[in-house]
Nanobody, 128 residues
Framework: EVQFVESGGGLVQAGGSLRLSCAAS????????IGWFRQVPGKVREAVSF????????YYADSVKGRFTISSEKVRNTVFLQMNNLKQEETAVYYC?????????????????????WGQGTQVTVVS
């Protein structure tokens, strides 16, 4: 059974920062991606960022480039998302997810990939 321990969500003022963390265990992929999606009620879940287990190369959605930084501790299957200069419209539930790297690539490129495992989500609320 795949398990996730997510933390770091909360309430922050616009322009502020939060750091999300996610420790995943119990999965078995040779090459995997681990990262974050976010979802606003009534909207499609959006891929925010993921990092590759092969070379730790990161992917970022255009909307967060230059403000968010993803990093990982591969040995502990833990991923972090440093979010700076947060905007009100980034209020959402942020979900940690892990899956085959090819699925992540397909997901961010075409929207069609299926990411195998999801955490329970952590709320991020950005207020003015």
């Amino acid at each position: 059974e795949v398990q996730f321990v997510e933390s770091g969500g909360g309430l922050v003022q616009a322009g502020g920062s939060l750091r999300l963390s996610c420790a995943a265990s119990g999965f078995s992929f040779d090459d995997y991606g681990i990262g974050w999606f976010r979802q606003v009620p009534g909207k499609v879940r959006e891929a925010v960022s993921f990092i590759s287990s092969i070379d730790e190369s990161p992917y970022y959605a255009d909307s967060v480039k230059g403000r968010f930084t993803i990093s990982s501790e591969k040995v502990r299957n833990t991923v972090f998302l440093q979010m700076n200069n947060l905007k009100q419209e980034e209020t959402a539930v942020y979900y940690c997810a892990v899956g085959d790297q090819e699925a992540w690539i397909e997901k961010v490129m075409t929207g069609q990939g299926v990411i195998a495992h999801w955490g329970q989500g952590t709320q991020v609320t950005v207020v003015s």
